[in-house]
């Protein structure tokens, strides 16, 4: 039987660039799904209400790394999209690299090929790495479930107002965002 040697965080990292996007997930390279329309709409929309909101709060990334730990070992998800503070990255960024510390959110959002129990699995690993919150969107129902980590999930669905205090003055609907994001 042969056994493959865990990546470590820097071989990881010293992967060639390609057109295919990997995590680190338990010392391996895991190919991200690549996304579909419903997917790449969905995503420009959430980035730009966190964009228009964010006005020098912080920063927002589309598919930007993060460095994290998972089961107490080296975890590199990447979230569809991410909002961090500029309280919580204090770091200048002058480099092109993976974010170095937890986000206070993490979007994922569901592909045809996934299942909810699989992202909420993941949304569950983002909590426990120090991630304050995590949005899940399933546009084939059209919730967005939200993950804390001291209450169970909330799906909020239609005209439901999503409202935070992590992001003041934030509020939305998931009927605003699958309408503008033209999902059937």
């Known amino acids: 039987m042969e056994v493959k040697a865990k990546l470590t965080l820097e071989e ?8 295919i996007t990997y995590e680190l997930v338990d010392g391996e390279a895991k190919p991200k799904l690549l996304p579909k329309r419903f997917h790449s709409s969905l ?4 980035c730009l209400l966190l964009t ?3 006005k020098d709060r912080g920063e927002v990334g589309v598919e930007w790394a993060i460095r994290l730990k998972r089961k107490g070992q080296d975890w590199v998800p990447i979230p569809d999209l991410l909002y961090i503070s500029a309280d919580r990255d204090r770091g200048d960024r002058i480099l092109d690299e993976a974010c170095p510390v937890p ?12 299942s909810f129990g699989e992202i ?14 995590i949005w899940i969107v399933d546009a084939q129902v059209k919730t967005i479930t939200i993950f804390y980590p001291d209450s169970p999930p909330q799906t909020k669905r239609g005209d439901e107002v999503i409202t935070d ?9 998931p009927a605003q965002i699958f309408d503008d994001a033209k999902i059937p």
């Open 12 to 19: 990881f990292f010293a992967l060639p660039e390609g057109d």
């Open 43 to 46: 995503t420009g929309i959430f």
């Open 52 to 54: 228009q909101w964010n």
């Open 103 to 114: 986000p206070e959110l993490a979007i994922e959002i569901i592909s045809p090929d996934q």
């Open 120 to 133: 909420s699995g993941k949304a569950i690993d983002y909590l426990n790495a120090g991630v304050s919150c």
């Open 165 to 173: 205090e992590l992001f003041p003055g934030l509020e939305f609907t």
